[in-house]
């Protein structure tokens, strides 16, 4: 913390000198120009060559009726997004070009969203989220360089919303099919004596979700505080949020789906059947029958996290420009489960006698596992722009904590049971990089990119895990401590011929270390690897007034990815492998036509092969080679389109996506797949404008509106049944999503 105090000292002596030097009256475009230098040196520019889209707070605001943010983002090129509830809210996740989302880098502000040690981004644990954004770029690829975990897929650069320079505000209320429900409130200050500026925003979303009992009540808010005082800014803002969701992790058979596509097996408590007499049920051997009577309540995951930063932009002069933020996260939670049936030696427990003098070594119980982590930091850019010139320097420092642990709560049929810690371990992670991007026009038309960054990981974890040893008998101690140095370059070229035309060709190195969940899900002393990736892409750009068209080629050759391969650690989960050579390639196709003022069409195409190069599949612990296969959740063709009307104030929107066959592993077996769907969904909308306040936006979405039964996510597995892979078995589970559904709202601005 030391460093940060440091810096907010250095903050106050900028300010003051601004003070002094720069004391003119400040106009809201000096004001928005000073708020766009948080970013721009981690993103793209329109003729950076890498493949990339841009979505601005109106295009957000459009379709933010309270789903989560991936759900929102799913039409654009390459993007599939996946939902445990079913109707987009809660635990939902987003992948790109078939990357999952360990692979693709979120920042905020130039600050890393992904946690530490899985390198996710958990959606519910910065709620309504979409509500704050002012832009979002999604780099798709290894893209820019940029603070936090390496891009394998790509990234998702976005900003809090700009100090609006005038007095304002909205209100917006949303209700739909499964109950669910978003109030949101936002009031700014404008400009406040020329210099200063206030914005706050509070939200709610609740659902009781599409699958049963996969409920979600979240809460959340920002609030941002600036100083601007002629070409210097202060920023400090917080935004963050509670959420409490029904955990829905586990997925349904086809024979389940037949049955009833909408349940939710999370929570089943078993227990002896019993008839309506109130006798016993038994089998034909007279052994009572058991089954579920019923489901735990409080099957929840509870998370608690708050974002704080504080922002220093500088504009020295025409070519130089300095950004600084320094940043803090704080984050608790716990999710809680029923467990059935239970062996006490897993949790460290000696057997337990009850008051009937019965001893017992398993039983249902209630389980809590817990995590409290503190990650902050400093990120800082510099900028210089000349006619021919545009540079870009970037440094960050960043510092990870966190410790989990669990407790046994209840344990079922002893009343007198205490509450008892089982596990506990820490972990620490530093994370430093340094880069530098230059953009030199050589000629007009003619542009060369040149990219490289610098990055240091040390990772300790310690401690007692939660994963049990079926042959030690005891729990997993962890005692890791791991160094990671990565020099990542790019290089591309970029020529427009003309205003309209640009073509351009790129290369990148990017490398990432492994997860948490690669060090603890292993076999004793076989430790992964870091990952390489190695990304050329070229493309072609048009944009003209009636016609806007791209097509970007891609290769991605991985060295050393982590990938399943069926094979189970010490512990019995699965672990991950590094295969030396496996690879994504494919045609991405744009195209947006604009034939009148009151319509827009626009498509997109993924066409693509991800593949391993030798691959061996385990099951039940045998090894069976099978060459080259497909990627795991890598769909061959991802496809949207959207037909736009707008006149008047009146907005109808009819947007479809596509996606192909995946694999649910490696192995590409035929029998594990999770099928292609196509969706489709109508928004409607009217926005009313009047002389008292700016506008009244009434909304509709239809979803599904063909009334599809589809599964967007799904995982599964193989057993033997005698020696040959011939005679094998599989299983499979998927997650239904949403059939028709509505959701309207009603947004007041002023």
Same mark, same amino acid.
């Given at each position: 913390?030391?460093?940060?105090?440091?810096?907010?000292?250095?903050?106050?002596?900028?300010?003051?000198?601004? &003070?002094?030097?720069?004391?003119?009256?400040?106009?809201?475009?000096?004001?928005?120009?000073?708020?766009?230098?948080?970013?721009?040196?981690?993103?793209?520019?329109?003729?950076?060559?890498?493949?990339?889209?841009?979505?601005?707070?109106?295009?957000?605001?459009?379709?933010?009726?309270?789903?989560?943010?991936?759900?929102?983002? &799913?039409?654009?090129?390459?993007?599939?997004?996946?939902?445990?509830?079913?109707?987009?809210?809660?635990?939902?996740?987003?992948?790109?070009?078939?990357?999952?989302?360990?692979?693709?880098?979120?920042?905020?502000?130039?600050?890393?969203?992904?946690?530490? &040690?899985?390198?996710?981004?958990?959606?519910?644990?910065?709620?309504?989220?979409?509500?704050?954004?002012?832009?979002? +770029?999604? +780099?798709?690829?290894?893209?820019?360089?940029?603070?936090?975990?390496?891009?394998?897929?790509?990234?998702?650069?976005?900003?809090?919303?700009?100090?609006?320079?005038?007095?304002?505000?909205?209100?917006?209320?949303? !209700?739909?099919?499964?109950?669910?429900?978003?109030?949101?409130?936002?009031?700014?200050?404008?400009? #406040?004596?020329?210099?200063?500026?206030?914005?706050?925003?509070?939200?709610?979303?609740?659902?009781?979700?599409?699958?049963?009992?996969?409920?979600?009540?979240?809460?959340? !808010?920002?609030?941002?505080?600036?100083?601007? /005082?002629?070409?210097?800014?202060?920023?400090?803002?917080?935004?963050?949020?509670?959420?409490?969701?029904?955990?829905?992790?586990?997925?349904?058979?086809?024979?389940?789906?037949?049955?009833?596509?909408?349940?939710?097996?999370?929570?089943?408590?078993?227990?002896?059947?019993?008839?309506?007499?109130?006798?016993?049920?038994?089998?034909?051997?007279?052994?009572?029958?058991?089954?579920?009577?019923?489901?735990?309540?409080?099957?929840?995951?509870?998370?608690?996290?708050?974002?704080?930063?504080?922002?220093?932009?500088?504009?020295? /002069?025409?070519?130089?420009?300095?950004?600084?933020?320094?940043?803090?996260?704080?984050?608790?939670? =716990?999710?809680?489960?029923?467990?059935?049936? +239970?062996?006490?030696?897993?949790?460290?427990?000696?057997?337990?006698?009850?008051?009937?003098?019965?001893?017992?070594?398993?039983?249902?119980?209630?389980?809590?596992?817990?995590?409290?982590?503190?990650?902050?930091?400093?990120?800082?850019?510099?900028?210089?722009?000349?006619?021919?010139?545009?540079?870009?320097?970037?440094?960050?420092?960043?510092?990870?904590?966190?410790?989990?642990?669990?407790?046994?709560?209840?344990?079922?049929?002893?009343?007198?049971?205490?509450?008892?810690?089982?596990?506990?371990?820490?972990?620490?992670?530093?994370?430093?990089?340094?880069?530098?991007?230059?953009?030199? +026009?050589?000629?007009?038309?003619?542009?060369?990119?040149?990219?490289?960054?610098?990055?240091?990981?040390?990772?300790?974890?310690?401690?007692?895990?939660?994963?049990?040893?079926?042959?030690?008998?005891?729990?997993?101690?962890?005692?890791? #401590?791991?160094?990671?140095?990565?020099?990542?370059?790019?290089?591309?070229?970029?020529?427009?011929?003309?205003?309209?035309?640009?073509?351009?060709?790129?290369?990148?190195?990017?490398?990432?270390?492994?997860?948490?969940?690669?060090?603890?899900?292993?076999?004793?002393?076989? =430790?992964?690897?870091?990952?390489? #990736?190695?990304?050329?892409?070229?493309?072609?750009?048009?944009?003209?007034r009636v016609v806007s068209a791209a097509v970007n080629l891609y290769y991605m050759h991985y060295k050393d990815q982590l990938v399943l391969t069926g094979e189970l650690s010490d512990t019995g989960e699965l672990l991950s492998r590094n295969v030396p050579k496996s690879f994504r390639r494919g045609i991405e196709l744009m195209l947006a036509v604009r034939p009148c003022a009151w319509f827009t069409f626009s498509a997109n195409a993924t066409l693509s092969q991800n593949k391993i190069i030798d691959y061996t599949d385990y099951i039940d612990g045998v090894g069976f080679y099978r060459g080259r296969t497909t990627i795991a959740y890598s769909p061959s063709v991802i496809a949207g389109t959207l037909f736009d009307f707008h006149t008047k104030g009146f907005v109808a929107q009819l947007r479809t996506r596509y996606v192909s066959k995946q694999y649910l592993t490696n192995g590409e077996y035929e029998e594990l797949t999770l099928p292609r769907y196509c969706v489709t969904d109508l928004d409607l909308s009217y926005t009313l404008r009047t002389k008292r306040i700016e506008s009244v936006r009434f909304g509709l979405m239809l979803g599904n509106?063909?009334?599809?039964?589809?599964?967007?996510?799904? =995982?599964?597995?193989?057993?033997?049944?005698?020696?040959?892979?011939?005679?094998?078995?599989?299983?499979?589970? =998927?997650?239904?999503?949403?059939?028709?559904?509505?959701?309207?709202?009603?947004?007041?601005?002023?």
């Open positions: 913390m030391k460093g940060i105090f440091s810096f907010l000292g250095c903050a106050i002596c900028a300010l003051a000198t601004a &003070e002094q030097l720069h004391a003119q009256p400040l106009d809201s475009v000096e004001m928005y120009r000073i708020q766009e230098i948080e970013v721009k040196a981690t993103r793209a520019a329109a003729h950076t060559p890498i493949a990339h889209s841009n979505l601005s707070s109106k295009e957000i605001a459009s379709q933010n009726y309270g789903r989560d943010l991936p759900s929102l983002l &799913e039409l654009l090129p390459s993007v599939v997004a996946t939902s445990e509830s079913g109707n987009g809210i809660g635990g939902t996740s987003l992948r790109i070009r078939g990357t999952d989302a360990t692979r693709i880098n979120v920042t905020m502000n130039g600050v890393p969203m992904n946690d530490a &040690e899985t390198h996710s981004v958990y959606w519910y644990d910065t709620p309504d989220v979409a509500s704050a954004i002012g832009s979002i +770029q999604v +780099q798709r690829g290894a893209g820019t360089s940029t603070n936090g975990t390496g891009a394998f897929g790509g990234s998702l650069n976005m900003t809090t919303a700009p100090l609006p320079t005038t007095f304002g505000g909205s209100a917006s209320l949303s !209700y739909g099919s499964f109950g669910t429900n978003k109030q949101s409130v936002a009031i700014s200050s404008g400009l #406040l004596g020329g210099h200063w500026a206030l914005d706050a925003r509070l939200s709610h979303i609740g659902t009781k979700g599409y699958v049963e009992r996969a409920s979600s009540e979240m809460a959340s !808010y920002m609030v941002q505080a600036g100083y601007y /005082n002629g070409r210097t800014m202060v920023k400090a803002l917080s935004f963050g949020g509670k959420a409490r969701v029904y955990l829905s992790y586990t997925g349904l058979s086809k024979e389940q789906m037949e049955e009833n596509r909408r349940y939710n097996p999370e929570g089943e408590i078993y227990g002896p059947l019993f008839d309506a007499a109130g006798e016993p049920l038994r089998d034909e051997d007279g052994a009572p029958l058991t089954g579920v009577v019923g489901f735990y309540d409080n099957h929840t995951d509870n998370y608690l996290q708050i974002n704080n930063q504080i922002v220093v932009s500088h504009i020295f /002069n025409s070519a130089w420009s300095l950004n600084a933020t320094a940043h803090y996260t704080y984050g608790n939670g =716990y999710y809680q489960n029923y467990k059935n049936d +239970q062996k006490f030696a897993k949790y460290g427990l000696a057997p337990i006698v009850t008051e009937s003098g019965e001893t017992l070594a398993r039983a249902n119980l209630i389980r809590r596992k817990s995590m409290r982590n503190d990650f902050g930091g400093v990120v800082a850019s510099a900028l210089y722009s000349s006619k021919r010139v545009s540079l870009s320097m970037g440094i960050a420092a960043n510092i990870y904590d966190g410790s989990h642990f669990g407790n046994v709560l209840a344990v079922e049929r002893i009343a007198s049971f205490a509450p008892t810690e089982y596990y506990r371990n820490y972990t620490t992670k530093y994370d430093a990089n340094i880069f530098a991007k230059v953009d030199w +026009q050589i000629v007009s038309g003619l542009n060369l990119f040149a990219d490289v960054q610098y990055r240091h990981i040390t990772h300790r974890i310690s401690g007692v895990n939660d994963n049990f040893d079926d042959v030690t008998g005891a729990l997993q101690r962890l005692d890791i #401590l791991r160094h990671y140095d990565f020099v990542n370059p790019k290089v591309g070229i970029s020529y427009s011929p003309s205003r309209e035309h640009n073509i351009y060709g790129s290369f990148s190195v990017a490398q990432k270390e492994p997860t948490r969940n690669n060090f603890t899900d292993i076999r004793e002393g076989e =430790y992964p690897t870091s990952e390489m #990736l190695l990304d050329a892409e070229a493309g072609y750009r048009y944009e003209g509106v063909f009334n599809t039964a589809y599964c967007n996510n799904g =995982y599964g597995g193989l057993w033997l049944e005698g020696e040959g892979i011939e005679s094998r078995g599989s299983w499979a589970c =998927y997650f239904p999503q949403a059939r028709f559904n509505l959701l309207g709202n009603v947004t007041l601005t002023f």
